[in-house]
């Protein structure tokens, strides 16, 4: 199975809004976020079915600092 990359959690929620965006009538987008193993998050992304991804994730340098606050 090839390397999923958060571009691809980005294409999907676009490919995902597009449709939400055309379709004639009523439509929910829902994403969740887990921290995974080290280094690892899954992605859900809720919009009629499920769409799984479990993606390498880095922490930001910002984002830690403000963490050990």
Known sequence: MAQ???E???A???QLYEYLFFHNGYGEMKIEM???KKG???VIIHCGKQYR???DYT???EDEANSAV
């Open 40 to 42: 690892q998050k899954e």
């Open 34 to 36: 887990r921290i995974m």
């Open 59 to 61: 922490a930001r340098p």
């Open 53 to 55: 991804f479990v993606v």
């Open 8 to 10: 691809n959690v980005m």
């Open 4 to 6: 999923l990359t958060n």
């Open 12 to 14: 999907k929620i676009r």
